[in-house]
């Protein structure tokens, strides 16, 4: 499933538009409000001294009482350009930082993380749990938390790095993952179902076999399709580290590598993840998904994530 945050490339914007506000900002503080006063005292002293002159010559001015401050304040008028550059920085300085290094906004576009997320669903992104990374390049420079089983987790896509992906942390590294019959296991361990109501499809109009996954104790709905085939094989994809993974006609077994990830989408049948493409590098990761902050057509749907 492929998500787009609000804007592509919103962050290398933001970033651009906070550069250039920012570097007018600074010359107006520290060179052109100076020049402008400098201009202003000029044409305040020139001001004075036609006025004392005029008054010496015995000219009376008929002149407004403000008019000297009028000339000072046209004097120091800020450009508009310079205004507006001034008023927006710091709120775009705070936007950036808030969105770079603690939550991001994201909308889910498809279904292949329903039940747990609905399209049009708009999500907060932690971006620091899993770490501090350098905005734009993603680059990490502090390590905090990793990444564990059951976190819903937005990632680069492996395929296009310039696609947002959301999916569920199934495996961790040095994981042995085994998906066959649609039922999981971890390192030997089969992953206990329990069933619940058949889940109505708003996109198909079809129900589903929906199942309270208990992913090594974290519970999660999951939802299954009798017509689709546990795996499409003709859909996977050549990846790196593919030979950590053994495919079948039931399903596969794949051992997750170090620094990766096995990712799946909670609509395992309507989910293109880690089964079909591969993992996903800790390089790639962007954060943990952990509220829905509000659903246009569904405002019922705003709380945590789980």
Known sequence: MTMQSILGNFALILFVLMVVTGIIWVLDVFVLSKQRRAAADRALAEYDARTAKLTADGIRLDTQQNARE???????????????????????ALVFVLRSFLFEPFKIPSSSMVPTLLVGDLILVNKFTYGIRLPIINQKIVQLNDPQRGDVMVFKYPMDTSQDYIKRVVGVPGDKI???????????????????????????????????????????????????????????????????????NEGFTCTVP?????????????????????FVPDKNIVGKAVAVWMNLSNPRRIGGIQ
């Open 70 to 92: 009028k000339l000072e304040a046209e004097h120091l008028r800020q450009p508009t350009w310079i205004e507006y550059s001034g008023s927006f920085f710091p709120v775009i």
């Open 258 to 278: 170090a620094g990766n990830y096995f990712m799946m989408g909670d609509n395992r049948d309507n989910s293109a993840d880690s089964r079909y493409w591969g």
């Open 178 to 248: 085994t998906y066959e019959g649609k039922k999981l296991t971890v390192n030997g361990k089969p992953v206990s179902y329990a069933q619940q109501d058949d889940y109505l499809d708003d996109e198909s109009l079809v129900y589903k076999k929906q199942f309270k996954e208990n992913l090594t104790g974290v519970e999660h709905r999951i939802l299954n399709d009798d017509r689709a085939p546990t795996l499409n094989l003709g859909d996977v994809r050549e990846f790196p580290n593919k030979e950590a993974c053994t495919y079948t």
